[in-house]
């Protein structure tokens, strides 16, 4: 089911800084450029309920009561780092010190701006102390979900507004009460998650206790935070830091077998199903204070007619008849225990505040889900017993895949475009009227625009390659406890379970399996898993499709970066390639021995929550994966160089606990400065252009200094013969040669299908179109230059293209020639197109240079006039729609099998 959406506006924090933190309102195409799309949420309806004032923008609502901040600079450097930017800034300053020469103070004024923007933390002071105004409306410091953390955003809200919000969100509780903030404003944040309203009130839910257990005799690593100190290079004071020693040894690890779970009944299943859609047997809820996974089991059938009990009683002690209650949670999905008296109080506060019971995510049906899904670089470099031979055997069907669509197969062609919903597509500009351009007639395929756009998704989808983004069979599922433990347990009865030690269950999975999931720092982290199956689960927990149970008696969650169970994912893969692959011998799991330690409990206040905004804002997940990368893709050569970099990566998977958790926690370890030195993999240059791109300019410069006889500087990534290395320089050269072959292929004329034959050309009308897209291409390439990163990119050139459209239905031109003047514009090369052409040719061969097609034009008509050209080609096409279904007897893409329903040609 689809949630409404919103769009709101979104702000950097160098734009409040710039403007004195007093904006006037944008104006209407600045706006378009800063509104983002926001999916429905609790906070969106309450501010719907309490005040309706919103404006359609496009298709959608406006909420103007809400403003994203978007924290662009760290607010949690260290010293050292600011003044080392603040210097780099000053010395830019110096160097165009005649641009401030007409006005001297510009330049003490620009790097006091500055100082502000690069020590976020000033800034962030004064908004969240003072707001900021907009529009000549005041807006205040409001909150933020974790996933709005992550990306450095917070909200404001409207001063009209935001008590009566606040009060709403906080369920009136007594902020006076010591509380750890950091949990606190977590879960308020949960209201920011997209969801679907159930139903306006709670359903019968029965809170039982958790089940805590110890899995003795494991083998473990950890650290242990100490104190530290060092000098300053650029302050030439001592910092205080944290250092970080790395231990092993045998120990108890605990695991929460229930942490975040809960089930529900078939009855609730059905509510659920009606506002859904469709049945789907697991959903993550989301409530104020309340959050997990909520698993469909028929407890009502398993009470009466195995167990032979009516009742139930709960983690407070109060008995429940078993045929009333819709669903039985664990206290740890109710978040609400430290901020209320009781949970009955909770019951009215929910009712009093008009909350609602929502879903904000549900398990898909392996039905609807990819067969194959893609690999990654985290997963793969974890595996020890990967080499060379084995990687590039794993690429083999990836590099099948794109050699088939290059070799004109025109079922992997069009289901690579997207005209399946298993399809692989994932590219931002292969319009879907490309697509559906393509189904009408199969020439399509061949047309100029669309044969771009093809190669660009081709290069794109070789990059990830690149990456280790390689085709597996495999996808991605959540995961659960043991039920039979469960049920046992809520029974108080003996908790026995299903599963053993290594057993897990799916209905979809048999055999030796092997599991990931993300973020992965170390190589502990990877998990064999059997599968198993047996009456109890054929008859209970057959229904429970694309999940995975988890058993009781081993340390799966702790391993596998220590999830828990309120609707975590993992990737599941039976590719013996890689099973076979992971370290043989057992592998000693990292934990935390600080694991969810929580920052002090403080009054709410101001203060307080200043501090919490500069500990939780800037998250360095990235970082500390890239770190990690570096040593993961070095070569040791010795048993001390190979522990040394097991060490690193046993710390930095700690220090990722920290760094996922830090916004219920507030704590975060501290990374050194020297792991910023350690160099990146060459095959992350495909991450980061910045960094090929620096490459590229140091392979240049060395070159000149060999022929000059200096010595060369140092490359700015590792070129150890890693895996994941080897991969990358075999792709690059396989790309050159097979895409050699795509530039060859030739395009065919396709203008005239797209055109009307039956009006009339007036040249003076043509040259009016003609002006209109000379114009287009002139601002389509100064944004190229002008906006460096793609999200920029992206957003600024669809905001022209909703110009131009609008442009172009001004004209006062009759709307089937017009059309047809787009169409000739964008496909034809009149004389004075030809004559340029010549003369650019003629220039460059002077200067000695290769011409680079950079043309996009081709673009323009269906840009401007999407929809009135797949009309012209529907009356100039043959009735010969493709559709393509699954067929057991058709072609193989991506696991499955396909024909074509209808294909009376092809190309």
């Given at each position: 089911?689809?949630?409404?959406m919103?769009?709101v ?16 309102e ?6 378009k450029?800063k ?12 501010i719907?309920k309490?005040n309706?004032d919103n404006?359609?923008?496009g298709?959608?609502d406006y909420?103007k009561d809400?403003?994203f901040?978007?924290i662009?600079?760290?607010v949690?450097?260290e010293?050292w780092?600011?003044?080392k ?9 110096e160097?165009?010190l005649t ?5 001297p103070n510009d330049?003490?004024?620009?790097i006091?701006?500055?100082?502000e923007y690069v020590?976020?933390?000033t ?5 969240i102390?003072?707001g ?6 005041l ?8 996933s709005?953390a ?21 369920m009136?509780?007594?902020l ?9 404003e ?6 920011f998650?997209?969801?679907?309203v159930?139903?306006?009130?709670l ?9 805590d ?5 494991q ?5 242990i935070e ?7 290079k650029y302050?030439?004071?001592i910092?205080?830091?944290k250092?970080?020693?790395i231990?092993s040894g045998t ?6 077998c229930?942490?975040g ?9 059905y509510?659920?199903?009606d506002?859904l859609?469709f ?6 809820i ?13 407890f ?7 167990l032979h009990k009516?009742f ?16 039985i ?5 109710w978040?609400?225990e430290?901020?209320f008296?009781?949970w009955?109080?909770y019951?009215?506060?929910f ?12 398990s ?9 899904t893609?690999a990654n670089f985290?997963?793969?470099?974890s595996l020890?017993?990967?080499d060379?031979?084995?990687i590039l055997d794993l690429?083999s069907?990836?590099k ?13 062609s069009?289901l690579?475009?997207?005209?399946s919903?298993?399809?692989e ?7 879907s009227?490309?697509?559906e351009a393509?189904?009408?007639n ?6 100029k625009t669309i ?5 660009n ?5 070789i990059n990830g ?19 039979k433990?469960?049920?046992e347990?809520i ?5 026995v ?10 209905p979809?999975y ?23 199956k047996?009456?109890w689960l054929n008859?209970?927990c057959?229904?429970?499709?694309n ?17 828990d169970?309120d609707?975590?994912?993992?990737w599941?893969?039976?590719n ?5 692959s ?11 021995k600080?694991d ?5 409990k ?6 307080e929550?200043?501090?919490?905004e500069?500990r939780t804002?800037?998250q360095r ?14 070569t040791?050569?010795?048993?001390k160089?190979?522990k040394?970099?097991?060490d690193?990566?046993v710390?930095?998977?700690?220090a ?7 916004i ?6 501290v990374?050194?400065p020297?792991?910023?030195?350690v160099?990146?993999p ?14 590229k300019?140091i ?6 200094k060999?022929?000059n ?5 140092r ?11 080897e991969l990358c320089?075999n792709?690059e050269?396989?790309e050159i ?8 292929s ?8 797209l ?5 009339e ?7 009016i ?11 389509y ?12 990119i992206?957003k600024r ?9 609008s442009?172009?239905?001004k ?5 089937e020639?017009?059309?047809?003047y ?5 496909y ?9 052409d ?7 061969q002077?200067k000695g ?8 034009s081709?673009?323009?008509a269906?840009i401007?006039?999407p929809?009135?050209?797949i ?6 096409s043959p009735?010969n729609t493709?559709n393509?279904?699954e067929?057991?007897n058709?072609?193989?893409y ?14």
């Amino acid at each position: 089911m689809k949630t409404k959406m919103y769009k709101v506006l979104k702000i950097k924090l160098s734009t409040l800084i710039s403007n004195d933190y007093n904006l006037k309102e944008f104006t209407p195409s600045k706006l378009k450029m800063k509104l983002i799309m926001q999916q429905d949420n609790s906070i969106f309806r309450h501010i719907n309920k309490i005040n309706s004032d919103n404006e359609k923008v496009g298709k959608h609502d406006y909420i103007k009561d809400i403003i994203f901040i978007n924290i662009d600079r760290s607010v949690t450097m260290e010293e050292w780092q600011i003044q080392k930017k603040i210097e780099e800034q000053r010395k830019k300053y110096e160097e165009r010190l005649t641009e401030f020469e007409k006005n001297p103070n510009d330049k003490n004024k620009k790097i006091n701006e500055y100082k502000e923007y690069v020590d976020g933390k000033t800034a962030l002071t004064k908004i969240i102390k003072n707001g900021f105004i907009y529009n000549g409306i005041l807006y205040k410091r409001f909150g933020k979900s974790s996933s709005m953390a992550h990306n450095s955003v917070i909200a404001f809200v409207s001063e009209n507004i935001f008590d009566k919000l606040f009060d709403t969100t906080t369920m009136g509780i007594d902020l006076q009460k010591p509380m750890v903030l950091s949990k606190f404003e977590a879960y308020r944040g949960l209201l920011f998650s997209s969801s679907v309203v159930i139903q306006n009130e709670l359903p019968y839910i029965v809170l039982v206790k958790d089940y805590d257990k110890y899995i003795p005799n494991q083998q473990i690593k950890y650290t242990i935070e100490e104190d530290s100190e060092y000098l300053s290079k650029y302050t030439n004071q001592i910092v205080k830091t944290k250092k970080y020693p790395i231990y092993s040894g045998t120990d108890s690890v605990k695991i929460s077998c229930f942490d975040g779970m809960g089930i529900h009944s078939k009855k609730m299943g059905y509510k659920f199903e009606d506002i859904l859609g469709f049945r789907y047997p697991t959903v993550q809820i989301r409530s104020p204070y309340m959050k997990g996974l909520s698993i469909e089991f028929n407890f009502h059938k398993y009470f009466k007619e195995i167990l032979h009990k009516d009742f139930i009683i709960d983690a407070f002690g109060k008995r429940h008849d078993i045929k009333d209650v819709d669903c039985i949670y664990t206290l740890s999905m109710w978040k609400g225990e430290n901020y209320f008296n009781s949970w009955d109080e909770y019951k009215d506060k929910f009712k009093e505040y008009k909350h609602e019971f929502c879903v904000s995510k549900y398990s898909r049906p392996t039905q609807n889900e990819k067969l194959m899904t893609r690999a990654n670089f985290q997963y793969l470099q974890s595996l020890t017993k990967l080499d060379k031979n084995k990687i590039l055997d794993l690429a083999s069907y990836s590099k099948e895949y794109i050699e088939k669509i290059i070799n004109g197969d025109l079922l992997y062609s069009l289901l690579f475009l997207g005209l399946s919903e298993n399809s692989e597509s994932e590219s931002q500009e292969i319009d879907s009227y490309y697509m559906e351009a393509v189904k009408i007639n199969p020439h399509m395929l061949k047309d100029k625009t669309i044969q771009k756009s093809l190669y660009n998704l081709l290069k794109k989808t070789i990059n990830g390659y690149k990456l280790g983004r390689l085709f597996v069979e495999a996808h991605y599922s959540m995961v659960y406890g043991d039920l039979k433990l469960f049920i046992e347990h809520i029974a108080e009865l003996e908790p026995v379970g299903i599963l053993k030690a290594g057993e897990f269950y799916s209905p979809n999975y048999d055999g030796n399996y092997t599991g990931f999931r993300s973020p992965l720092v170390h190589k502990s982290e990877v998990n064999k898993m059997n599968f198993i199956k047996n009456n109890w689960l054929n008859k209970w927990c057959e229904h429970l499709d694309n999940l995975i149970m988890l058993n009781g008696y081993d340390i799966s969650m702790p391993r596998m970066g220590g999830m828990d169970l309120d609707g975590d994912i993992i990737w599941v893969t039976k590719n013996s390639i890689i099973y076979n692959s992971i370290e043989d011998e057992d592998i000693a799991v990292v934990v935390d021995k600080d694991d969810k330690a929580l920052a002090s409990k403080t009054i709410y206040s101001i203060d307080e929550l200043i501090e919490y905004e500069s500990r939780t804002l800037s998250q360095r997940i990235g970082e500390i994966t890239n770190i990690s990368t570096g040593f993961s893709n070095q070569t040791p050569n010795s048993e001390k160089s190979k522990k040394y970099i097991d060490d690193q990566n046993v710390f930095l998977r700690v220090a990722q606990g920290h760094e996922i958790d830090s916004i219920k926690t507030g704590t975060k370890y501290v990374i050194a400065p020297y792991y910023k030195n350690v160099k990146l993999p060459y095959f992350l240059i495909y991450r980061y252009p910045k960094e090929k791109a620096f490459l590229k300019k140091i392979k240049k410069e060395n070159e000149e200094k060999k022929n000059n006889g200096e010595q060369a500087d140092r490359y700015n990534v590792s070129f150890t013969h890693s895996p994941m290395n080897e991969l990358c320089w075999n792709i690059e050269k396989w790309e050159i040669e097979i895409l050699s072959k795509f530039s060859k292929s030739s395009s065919i004329d396709t203008y005239k299908l797209l055109m009307n034959k039956n009006v009339e050309h007036i040249d003076e009308e043509y040259w009016i179109v003609k002006q209109v897209y000379k114009e287009f291409n002139s601002d389509y390439r100064a944004i190229i230059k002008e906006y460096k990163t793609s999200h920029d990119i992206d957003k600024r050139i669809m905001s022209l293209y909703d110009d131009y459209k609008s442009r172009i239905y001004k004209l006062d031109i009759d709307k089937e020639r017009l059309v047809n003047y787009c169409v000739l514009v964008s496909y034809i090369k009149d004389k004075e197109d030809l004559k340029k052409d010549k003369n650019r040719i003629e220039k460059a061969q002077v200067k000695g240079k290769t011409i680079k097609a950079h043309d996009k034009s081709s673009k323009f008509a269906w840009i401007v006039v999407p929809e009135q050209i797949i009309n012209n080609l529907k009356i100039n096409s043959p009735d010969n729609t493709i559709n393509i279904v699954e067929d057991k007897n058709g072609e193989e893409y991506l696991g499955r099998k396909y024909i074509f329903e209808k294909a009376e040609e092809v190309i």
